[in-house]
């Protein structure tokens, strides 16, 4: 399974940062993201408002990392866990999604991009991956923004395809993709 190369490269570093596995622990993490008008603007709305609703969906997190679906890592400045960077792996067609959540009081400092290119790294030089893609809700400008810095291509529109409850309307989803070639090619 392509997720226990990954782990097995835990502790993952950048200049600033140090990427490890999820655990339980980052249930308050999600709690204060939960709380974030901007990050909640985004992802469509709370969706687990309580501390146990939280966990459970750690555990359900954790569980497909277990599986080798996918994995999950929180990113840490310093001690202090600021976001969580993931992928969600399929192995038969070689690609992973990649996904990413931060608080806000850290955005805005390229670790978001920082975090993601180290995973991309990871991705293309020692999961062999072919592909990586990503969704993003159409205004999420700095999503696209980070996604754009990674080099990857928007490959196309999924007109009204995501409910955004904060807002109580339907929102274009933008994908992006990113193949192996054209990112050695940077």
């Known amino acids: 399974?392509?997720?226990?190369?990954?782990?097995?490269?835990?502790?993952?570093?950048t200049s600033r940062l140090t990427l490890k596995k999820l655990s339980l622990d980052?249930?308050?993490?999600?709690?204060?993201t939960d709380k974030q008008e901007e990050t909640q603007k985004y992802l469509g709305g709370v969706k687990n408002k309580t501390k146990e609703e939280r966990i459970k969906f750690l555990e359900k997190k954790l569980l497909k990392m277990e599986e080798g679906t996918s994995c999950t890592l929180t990113v840490y400045l310093e001690e202090t866990p600021i976001g969580l960077v993931g992928l969600s792996i399929?192995?038969?067609?070689?690609?992973?999604?990649?996904?990413?959540?931060?608080?806000?009081?850290?955005?805005?400092?390229?670790?978001?991009?920082?975090?993601?290119?180290?995973?991309?790294?990871?991705?293309?030089?020692?999961?062999?991956?072919?592909?990586?893609?990503?969704s993003?809700?159409?205004?999420?400008?700095?999503?696209?923004?980070?996604?754009?810095?990674?080099g990857f291509i928007h490959e196309g529109t999924r007109?009204?395809?995501?409910f955004v409850n904060t807002i109580?309307?339907?929102?274009?989803f933008l994908d992006y993709g990113l193949l192996k070639k054209d990112y050695l090619k940077k």
């Open 136 to 150: 993003t809700i159409d205004g999420n400008i700095a999503s696209s923004r980070v996604l754009e810095k990674l």
């Open 159 to 162: 007109k009204e395809a995501a």
């Open 90 to 134: 399929n192995e038969h067609d070689n690609n992973a999604e990649i996904s990413y959540i931060f608080d806000q009081d850290y955005c805005g400092n390229g670790y978001c991009t920082e975090s993601s290119r180290k995973l991309l790294e990871i991705c293309f030089n020692n999961l062999d991956l072919h592909r990586v893609f990503a």
């Open 168 to 172: 109580n309307t339907y929102s274009d």
């Open 26 to 32: 980052d249930v308050d993490l999600l709690l204060k």
């Open 1 to 13: 399974m392509k997720n226990n190369i990954i782990l097995n490269l835990l502790p993952i570093k």
